[in-house]
């Protein structure tokens, strides 16, 4: 019998019925044979079957493809291949087949927000450890090839910031030493790009967004090159100049009494390149491994400036200052000047370590404009002192091995009134006798080599403190001197005095002892001399109005006639 065919082709060959009940168990379908015009009865599997069938293919995605589609593809390869494994196989197929099959219903862009702070940092970090060690898998136990000790090597300017560590965490200060290494393995960019003779990490500076590492350095002999800001200070002031010799110009027509009188203090120049506080180059960052910016040179302006005002540090370079007194440069420029005062003040060393040089010339020191007691060298036969004299609380054994910055701005005074004589002709020397001030008084500091001891105090508490490290351990213990003038100012004296070093680790403020007082405005300037040109007078009365037209009146006809009477008076002459 034909109906008796069992072949199950889809759904189009199963009859619906919308009496039939919902469930799977009663779902009763029947399958139309054409020959015989009746209708079979499935059996319960084959039910069964044609509903998992049906369910697989309803389960579709938008792009018309179901999970049926997918396995019968999947066992199609299965079974057409052949390969053993083929549980393994199937997954593998199956992400396979997924990937192939993904396609994007429309152009997918996103903005791209870049690299977070952290990011950078930690791509600059390890950019840097891996030129450090010069293989990206470096391996502890790897053999390096170190050079002879006779070979030049300028990694050895790098200090060894491992050992000053040891020593500043004995006395309770300095930063971690993670942060050391990475601050030491840092510096070897400088001592590639740079002509360093001398490198020293100075410290830190906080600041209320970044912070600023310091490392000090010296140039070679001849390397000392400026920079643009000297140039575009003398500019500056040049503009200045010829703003206010428009009155001095004898083609303009001024009136000496709108003529300004004030003229402007003598600019004091900066101490030449490699010389004074232009000494040592400075070169800063905000975290180890980004780029060592060099901060600009420093000038006694700034200087000045930055002693009448009080600002704390942001962390960013060209960031404008807002003070009283306008302080005369960007954030890198009064950095460089606190950097500048506090090297002045707190770097000390143990007394006898150094020693003026006794053979300087002193036709340099004349020409330089010093007394020639403003150099000192390394003695070579300081046999150092006891660990209790370095921890003298009078600090009568420490002393500062760095000049002084006089009220001037500079460590060697420089006369503002030289250049100004012979200026002018014969004719006005007499006048600018009487204008010019009388010649000033040389500014005079502590001369060089001056014991810690004689600092001014900070009211009721000595300028610095010296103490012990360790009391329980005395005989490996170190010196350590603490600075009250400017707080975050640490120095430790080790192995008799013969090694120690230096470091800040502050906000960059000085400890005044008393309240801020910021500098008051000047004065306010006079109005112009009083005169009857510019004084206000009372109006006049109609009478008095009156009065005056009826005598100009009478003058200007006095005048008419006048001129007509003489004028007949020589004719009659002539004839």
Same mark, same amino acid.
């Given at each position: 019998?034909?109906?008796?065919?069992?072949?199950?082709?889809?759904?189009?060959?199963?009859?619906?019925?919308?009496?039939?009940?919902?469930?799977?168990?009663?779902?009763?379908?029947?399958?139309?044979?054409?020959?015989?015009?009746?209708?079979?009865?499935?059996?319960?599997?084959?039910?069964?079957?044609?509903?998992?069938?049906?369910?697989?293919?309803?389960?579709?995605?938008?792009?018309?493809?179901?999970?049926?589609?997918?396995?019968?593809?999947?066992?199609?390869?299965?079974?057409?291949?052949?390969?053993?494994?083929?549980?393994?196989?199937?997954?593998?197929?199956?992400?396979?087949?997924?990937?192939?099959?993904?396609?994007?219903?429309?152009?997918?862009?996103?903005?791209?927000?870049?690299?977070?702070?952290?990011?950078? !940092?930690?791509?600059?970090?390890?950019?840097?450890?891996?030129?450090?060690?010069?293989?990206?898998?470096?391996?502890?136990?790897?053999?390096?090839?170190?050079?002879?000790?006779?070979?030049?090597?300028?990694?050895?300017?790098?200090?060894?910031?491992?050992?000053?560590?040891?020593?500043?965490?004995?006395?309770?200060?300095?930063?971690?030493?993670?942060?050391?290494?990475?601050?030491?393995?840092?510096?070897?960019?400088?001592?590639?790009?740079?002509?360093?003779?001398?490198?020293?990490?100075?410290?830190?500076?906080?600041?209320?967004?970044?912070?600023?590492?310091?490392?000090?350095?010296?140039?070679?002999?001849?390397?000392?090159?400026?920079?643009?800001?000297?140039?575009?200070?003398?500019?500056?002031?040049?503009?200045?100049?010829?703003?206010?010799?428009?009155?001095?110009?004898?083609?303009?027509?001024?009136?000496?009494?709108?003529?300004?009188?004030?003229?402007?203090?003598?600019?004091?120049?900066?101490?030449?390149?490699?010389?004074?506080?232009?000494?040592?180059?400075?070169?800063?960052?905000?975290?180890?491994?980004?780029?060592?910016?060099?901060?600009?040179?420093?000038?006694?302006?700034?200087?000045?400036?930055?002693?009448?005002?009080?600002?704390?540090?942001?962390?960013? !370079?060209?960031?404008?200052?807002?003070?009283?007194?306008?302080?005369?440069?960007?954030?890198?420029?009064?950095?460089?000047?606190?950097?500048?005062?506090?090297?002045?003040?707190?770097?000390?060393?143990?007394?006898?370590?150094?020693?003026?040089?006794?053979?300087?010339?002193?036709?340099?020191?004349?020409?330089?404009?010093?007394?020639?007691?403003?150099?000192?060298?390394?003695?070579?036969?300081?046999?150092?002192?006891?660990?209790?004299?370095?921890?003298?609380?009078?600090?009568?054994?420490?002393?500062?091995?760095?000049?002084?910055?006089?009220?001037?701005?500079?460590?060697?005074?420089?006369?503002?009134?030289?250049?100004?004589?012979?200026?002018?002709?014969?004719?006005?020397?007499?006048?600018?006798?009487?204008?010019?001030?009388?010649?000033?008084?040389?500014?005079?500091?502590?001369?060089?080599?001056?014991?810690?001891?004689?600092?001014?105090?900070?009211?009721?508490?000595?300028?610095?403190?010296?103490?012990?490290?360790?009391?329980?351990?005395?005989?490996?213990?170190?010196?350590?001197?603490?600075?009250?003038?400017?707080?975050?100012?640490?120095?430790?004296?080790?192995?008799?005095?013969?090694?120690?070093?230096?470091?800040?680790?502050?906000?960059?403020?000085?400890?005044?002892?008393?309240?801020?007082?910021?500098?008051?405005?000047?004065?306010?300037?006079?109005?112009?001399?009083?005169?009857?040109?510019?004084?206000?007078?009372?109006?006049?009365?109609?009478?008095?109005?009156?009065?005056?037209?009826?005598?100009?009146?009478?003058?200007?006809?006095?005048?008419?006639?006048?001129?007509?009477?003489?004028?007949?008076?020589?004719?009659?002459?002539?004839?």
């Amino acid at each position: 019998m034909k109906g008796e065919s069992r072949k199950v082709r889809g759904r189009s060959n199963v009859p619906h019925d919308d009496n039939i009940s919902e469930d799977p168990e009663k779902i009763k379908e029947r399958r139309y044979d054409e020959d015989e015009e009746e209708f079979r009865v499935l059996s319960l599997e084959e039910q069964r079957c044609i509903n998992a069938k049906l369910y697989l293919m309803r389960e579709g995605s938008d792009d018309g493809q179901n999970l049926y589609n997918h396995l019968s593809t999947l066992l199609t390869r299965v079974l057409v291949e052949e390969s053993g494994k083929a549980l393994d196989r199937l997954e593998a197929d199956s992400k396979t087949y997924k990937r192939e099959r993904f396609a994007y219903k429309e152009p997918f862009i996103k903005d791209d927000p870049g690299k977070t702070p952290t990011e950078v !940092l930690a791509h600059a970090q390890w950019r840097m450890v891996k030129t450090a060690c010069g293989d990206p898998k470096f391996i502890p136990n790897e053999s390096f090839d170190l050079p002879d000790e006779d070979e030049e090597d300028i990694y050895r300017l790098i200090p060894d910031l491992m050992k000053q560590a040891l020593f500043f965490e004995q006395a309770g200060v300095g930063l971690p030493r993670e942060e050391f290494i990475r601050i030491s393995v840092s510096m070897r960019e400088l001592v590639e790009n740079w002509p360093i003779e001398t490198l020293r990490f100075w410290g830190k500076i906080m600041g209320t967004r970044k912070n600023y590492y310091v490392v000090e350095a010296e140039f070679k002999d001849g390397e000392y090159d400026s920079d643009f800001s000297d140039e575009e200070e003398e500019k500056s002031s040049n503009d200045k100049i010829e703003d206010s010799m428009i009155f001095d110009d004898e083609s303009t027509t001024v009136t000496e009494d709108i003529k300004p009188y004030y003229k402007p203090p003598p600019r004091i120049p900066c101490e030449s390149l490699g010389t004074g506080l232009n000494k040592h180059i400075y070169f800063v960052c905000n975290e180890p491994g980004l780029l060592w910016t060099r901060l600009p040179h420093i000038n006694p302006a700034q200087i000045v400036i930055a002693r009448k005002i009080r600002h704390f540090f942001t962390g960013d !370079l060209n960031e404008h200052i807002v003070s009283h007194p306008p302080f005369p440069g960007l954030e890198k420029n009064y950095l460089r000047a606190q950097i500048a005062r506090i090297s002045a003040a707190t770097t000390v060393s143990p007394i006898g370590y150094f020693r003026f040089d006794d053979n300087e010339e002193e036709e340099d020191a004349e020409e330089s404009g010093t007394n020639g007691r403003n150099n000192c060298i390394i003695d070579q036969e300081f046999e150092g002192m006891p660990l209790r004299d370095l921890c003298d609380p009078t600090g009568q054994t420490w002393c500062h091995h760095m000049q002084s910055i006089l009220p001037q701005g500079r460590n060697t005074w420089h006369n503002p009134m030289e250049g100004r004589s012979g200026e002018g002709g014969e004719e006005d020397s007499d006048e600018e006798e009487r204008n010019e001030p009388d010649e000033p008084e040389p500014e005079v500091g502590p001369p060089l080599l001056t014991p810690a001891s004689e600092d001014k105090p900070i009211i009721d508490s000595p300028a610095w403190i010296a103490r012990i490290s360790s009391r329980l351990v005395p005989e490996f213990a170190v010196a350590v001197l603490q600075s009250n003038t400017w707080p975050g100012s640490w120095t430790f004296g080790a192995e008799r005095g013969r090694y120690f070093t230096s470091i800040y680790i502050g906000w960059g403020q000085k400890n005044l002892g008393d309240a801020f007082e910021p500098e008051l405005p000047p004065d306010i300037m006079d109005e112009f001399p009083s005169g009857p040109e510019i004084t206000e007078a009372d109006d006049p009365s109609p009478e008095e109005e009156s009065a005056f037209k009826a005598a100009l009146a009478d003058k200007e006809f006095d005048a008419e006639f006048g001129e007509d009477q003489g004028e007949e008076e020589t004719s009659d002459v002539d004839d």
